[in-house]
């Protein structure tokens, strides 16, 4: 039983924050790059933001750059995005991905979460 379930995900009004959190069950995140992605009804899945096996090295989508933050507590097995000045072209469902380097290709990633929805509404 290995998996990833995200967590964190809810309604919040524009310029609000979240945090999502991702835990891996049955097995270590210690040597995996974990990726977070989202996709909004009617649109490709999209990367976001990817964070190293160390956590020395992080990086964003354009779209998210200077309002997201990625993290990862691997004495946790959790990483986590922190998410601020949520805008509602953030809503979306977002996963969480383990893989061995920080790359935008879904070939990359060996586990994938169910998602956790995220809506930004006024």
């Known amino acids: 039983q290995l998996q990833l379930v995200e967590s964190g995900g809810g309604l919040v009004q524009p310029g609000g924050s979240l945090r999502l959190s991702c835990a891996a069950s049955?097995?270590?995140?210690?040597?995996?790059?974990l990726g977070w992605f989202r996709q909004a009804p009617g649109k490709e899945r999209e990367g976001v933001s990817c964070?190293?096996?160390?956590?020395?090295?992080?990086n964003y989508a354009d779209s998210v750059k200077g309002r997201f933050t990625v993290s990862r507590d691997n004495a946790k097995n959790t990483v986590y995005l922190q998410m601020n000045s949520l805008k509602p072209e953030d809503t979306a469902v977002y996963y969480c991905?383990?893989?061995?380097?920080?790359?935008?290709?879904?070939?990359?990633?060996?586990?994938w979460g169910q998602g956790t929805q995220v809506t930004v509404s006024s």
């Open positions: 991905a383990a893989g061995v380097y920080c790359l935008d290709a879904d070939y990359n990633y060996k586990y």
């Open positions: 964070i190293t096996s160390s956590g020395g090295f992080a």
């Open positions: 049955g097995f270590t995140l210690d040597y995996y790059a």
